[in-house]
Nanobody, 120 residues
Framework: QVQLVESGGGLVQCGGSLRLSCAAS????????MAWYRHAPGKQRELVAV???????NYGDSGKGRFTISRDNAKNTVYLQMNSLKPEDTAVYYC??????????????WGQGTLVTVSS
């Protein structure tokens, strides 16, 4: 069984920074894509950023300019560095791993989410 465990969320003041981490555990050979999504109250879940095994990144509108996604393939871990945070960044941030190669085939897995609250 593959699990994703997120950490690093919390309460931060407007203009501050946070670094989210998401570690995948289980019998994993490789992970093609790792991504961060967020779900704010009253809004649909949206893509923040995605990164390939080779380090190619793509950002959703919410992640462009202030957020940086990175990953450590050896640790099956993805990070999201968030700078200059705004109250509108308040959301539950979810980690996603797609193309997870396991002994039982390929999986897509979601983390449980971590809450980020930005105070004004």
């Amino acid at each position: 069984q593959v699990q994703l465990v997120e950490s690093g969320g919390g309460l931060v003041q407007c203009g501050g920074s946070l670094r989210l981490s998401c570690a995948a555990s289980g019998s994993i050979f490789s992970i093609s894509l790792m991504a961060w999504y967020r779900h704010a109250p009253g809004k649909q879940r949206e893509l923040v950023a995605v990164i390939t095994t080779g380090g190619i990144t793509n950002y959703g509108d919410s992640g462009k300019g202030r957020f940086t996604i990175s990953r450590d393939n050896a640790k099956n871990t993805v990070y999201l560095q968030m700078n200059s945070l705004k109250p509108e960044d308040t959301a539950v941030y979810y980690c996603n791993a797609d193309g997870v190669h396991t002994p039982n085939g390929y999986l897509a897995v979601w983390g449980q989410g971590t809450l980020v609250t930005v105070s004004s």
